[in-house]
């Protein structure tokens, strides 16, 4: 006699199934991690579709149907016979997926406040998740009138991309489903890195150099670039002004999606340019819904007059479209208002709790000294905690913050902040499925992020377009055929914003983003940071022989020990008004070691240091009390400490910032003691052929060639 069968106990989609459909579904039954697998290789096979580079995935073991060696590209597959899921599927009413909420990525760091909360902040007292979701259904259904009552130009089918005809909208080309030859060419070309340089004549932007693919060239703008409902509050917040000729230029690159690094921010242009890219967000995500609301609709008709509506694929595995990665809540707190204000129609925000947490932006600005430099005071101006992650929900008419992070449409957040979710490897609560479906990051700020830890900035990117471990209520059906062939992260554009370029910024442009429709690279042609120092001091700069990169900062080393420190110990019997400057915190660790072993006249000032430590070791400077002060970048960065009775000034390593080193220079003229003899000042700076930004940012782009390739290996500005 047969053992008899174990009964299952029905869960609450089970029961759900049961009520709505009638039957279960055959493969609810599977495992949530192991036959994800299985699920997306079997949806791939009733598309028709050849299977192309599996997505990355942290999961152990070997992912079934996933290439994860390279670009394999097979013969479309067809499914002999249509399998019970398809019958399934076809079988179902076009009903509305509704995300099951998830405990472990909430949308602030404080997990235990609930979605009530934000609610009640938002003025929703009475709201519920079943209003919620009823409301969320009210926008589909809504969104399906309008689109035929408004969409008369629009063509009722979707464009075909491989067919070569002519696009609307680079949107819609962008996130089309492509199987054509073209398309698998610049699969190839972006996944090894086959790119065309071409320089593009920038007059406003500066120096733009185009990495192509597959010989696309310059494009012409966007010809619907933009949603005509974000019209009206976008000049709001223009101030009642159409675009300016900086936004126009910038929106310009965003339009065709490519993946762009923009190093000329400033505070100045700080306004418009954080209004250009949470245009450009909120114009992703809206085009975005208003194409799943035309589906919905055609979904909904074909199941009315009993027919078949075809493939309508136009969601990602999770919710988050994208994401907006900034160093504080005071940035925070201006983007969001920003994308609330293009959400609602340029009304002003009303969200208490919000406010209170992240703004408002300038509340702490009298309170910092006005001896503080400007950049200074507008960077720490308002809430400067850096570990924050909010989650943006948008309406038709409006949005919502504090969403979970798996109901939200755009996530704001900052790499901390990021990191507290996702975890480390061997960590028992991680989560980053959230960021699987990603088709926008927005990386700003990222000279204030190298000040941070730049280290979790990189592992946000390494998670990111992974194949999630479950699969989070998603309708296969309506997933879009790059996410299941895992090709998503060649569709997610990146946008990196700073005020300079760095290797580190360098090295996301050269390993992650990687667009099918290429990438740009923006910088400005700098004057250089040498023509505002105002005090007349011989500056020194020394090219160091380096015999490789790897090797350089032990060769930088080596010269310090061997014939600076030396000469410190040398002056520490006379002159002692010596500061030695290091803009790696690496470096600066190394070098206070080796000068405790040698049981140096010093004092270190990093960031870690307390306020009495930093303001004696100043004191004992002015006074020749030590040989010299060992000082870090992090430290002038979040400090900007006036440092008085300085002689002797030498550059371990220049600067990231250009403006610390003319601020450094002209504190020997401003804040030197009367005594001093001018023969007494000095500056010397150490660099190496690889500090090409560096060099550029200080002396200018016209003379950083013959400092970095020229025969001498010195140079004296006066």
């Given at each position: 006699m047969p053992p008899a069968k174990k009964s299952r106990k029905l869960s609450r989609k089970d029961l759900n199934q049961l009520k709505e459909y009638g039957e279960l579904d055959p493969f609810s039954n599977l495992g949530e991690e192991?036959?994800?697998?299985?699920?997306?290789?079997?949806?791939i096979s009733r598309s028709g579709y050849g299977r192309l580079t599996g997505a990355p995935s942290l999961s152990k073991g070997k992912s079934k149907g996933h290439s994860h060696r390279g670009l394999a590209i097979s013969k479309p597959l067809k499914a002999s016979r249509p399998d019970a899921?398809?019958?399934?599927?076809?079988?179902?009413?076009?009903?509305?997926?509704?995300?099951?909420?998830?405990?472990?990525?909430?949308?602030?760091?404080?997990?235990?406040?609930?979605?009530?909360?934000?609610?009640?902040?938002?003025?929703?007292?009475?709201?519920?998740?079943?209003?919620?979701e009823e409301y969320e259904l009210d926008e589909v259904e809504h969104g399906a009138e309008e689109s035929e009552s408004e969409g008369e130009s629009e063509s009722?089918?979707?464009?075909?991309?491989?067919?070569?005809?002519?696009?609307?909208?680079?949107?819609?080309?962008?996130?089309?489903?492509?199987?054509?030859?073209?398309?698998?060419?610049?699969?190839?070309?972006?996944?090894?890195?086959?790119?065309?340089?071409?320089?593009?004549?920038?007059?406003?932007?500066?120096?733009?150099?185009?990495?192509n693919v597959d010989g696309q060239g310059v494009r012409p703008p966007n010809p619907n670039s933009i949603n005509p409902r974000l019209a009206k509050p976008l000049r709001k917040l223009n101030d009642g002004q159409d675009p300016s000729a900086l936004q126009q230029r910038l929106l310009g690159w965003f339009d065709q999606y490519l993946d762009v690094v923009y190093a000329d921010r400033s505070f100045d242009k700080e306004d418009e340019i954080t209004t250009a890219y949470a245009l450009h967000a909120m114009n992703h995500v809206l085009k975005s819904k208003d194409l799943e609301r035309r589906n919905k609709a055609k979904l909904s008709k074909a199941h009315a007059e009993g027919t078949d509506a075809g493939e309508l694929r136009d969601q990602g595995f999770t919710r988050p479209r994208v994401l907006i990665v900034l160093p504080f809540r005071n940035s925070a707190y201006k983007v969001v208002e920003k994308l609330y204000k293009l959400a609602s129609g340029g009304q002003e925000m009303n969200a208490p709790r919000f406010v209170k947490e992240y703004g408002p932006a300038g509340y702490e600005e009298s309170v910092i000294s006005k001896r503080k430099p400007d950049d200074f005071r507008k960077t720490f101006a308002g809430n400067i905690d850096d570990g924050f992650r909010i989650g943006v929900q948008l309406y038709r008419k409006t949005a919502r913050v504090y969403t979970e992070l798996y109901h939200s449409d755009i996530i704001v957040a900052s790499p901390l902040g990021l990191r507290m979710v996702t975890g480390s490897e061997g960590d028992e609560r991680r989560d980053f499925d959230f960021l699987s479906s990603i088709e926008m990051v927005i990386v700003d700020q990222c000279d204030a992020l190298l000040m941070q830890n730049w280290e979790h900035v990189s592992h946000v990117f390494s998670h990111l377009n992974l194949t999630p471990k479950k699969d989070h209520g998603c309708d296969f059906s309506r997933i879009r055929q790059?996410?299941?062939?895992?090709?998503?992260q060649h569709r997610r554009q990146t946008i990196l914003i700073s005020e300079y370029m760095t290797p580190e910024i360098q090295?996301?442009?050269?390993?992650?983003?990687?667009?099918?429709?290429?990438?740009?690279?923006?910088?400005?042609?700098?004057?250089?940071?040498?023509?505002?120092?105002?005090?007349?001091?011989?500056?020194?700069?020394?090219?160091?022989?380096?015999?490789?990169?790897?090797?350089?900062?032990?060769?930088?080393?080596?010269?310090?020990?061997?014939?600076?420190?030396?000469?410190l110990e040398k002056a520490a019997t006379g002159d002692k008004h010596t500061l030695v400057f290091a803009s790696s915190y690496f470096d600066f660790v190394r070098i206070r070691n080796y000068c405790r072993d040698k049981s140096c006249s010093f004092a270190a000032i990093s960031e870690y240091s307390t306020t009495s430590e930093a303001m004696s070791a100043r004191r004992s400077l002015y006074a020749g009390e030590l040989g010299f002060i060992l000082y870090s970048e992090r430290a002038h960065f979040y400090h900007r400490y006036p440092i008085k009775g300085i002689h002797r000034l030498v550059f371990y390593s220049l600067p990231e910032h250009p403006l610390f080193y003319t601020e450094l220079l002209n504190l020997m003229l401003t804040s030197n003691d009367e005594t001093a003899s001018p023969e007494l000042l000095s500056c010397t700076a150490f660099y190496t052929k690889y500090d090409q930004l560096k060099v550029e940012r200080i002396v200018g782009s016209r003379l950083a060639s013959q400092l970095l390739t020229g025969e001498r290996s010195q140079f004296t500005f006066a």
């Open positions: 192991n036959d994800l697998d299985d699920l997306i290789s079997k949806a899921y398809s019958k399934l599927l076809k079988s179902l009413p076009a009903a509305p997926v509704t995300m099951a909420k998830r405990g472990v990525a909430t949308s602030d760091d404080e997990a235990e406040e609930s979605d009530n909360d934000a609610r009640m902040d938002e003025g929703e007292d009475t709201a519920t998740a079943e209003i919620e009722e089918d979707d464009t075909d991309v491989a067919d070569g005809s002519a696009i609307k909208d680079y949107m819609e080309k962008h996130v089309a489903d492509d199987d054509s030859s073209l398309m698998h060419r610049r699969l190839a070309a972006v996944s090894q890195k086959e790119y065309t340089q071409v320089a593009v004549d920038e007059p406003l932007l500066g120096q733009a150099v185009l990495y790059w996410y299941l062939e895992g090709t998503a090295a996301v442009f050269n390993n992650n983003c990687r667009s099918i429709e290429g990438k740009v690279r923006i910088k400005p042609v700098y004057p250089g940071a040498i023509t505002d120092v105002v005090a007349q001091v011989p500056q020194v700069f020394k090219r160091l022989s380096v015999k490789r990169l790897q090797s350089a900062a032990d060769d930088r080393f080596a010269h310090f020990t061997e014939n600076v420190f030396p000469e």
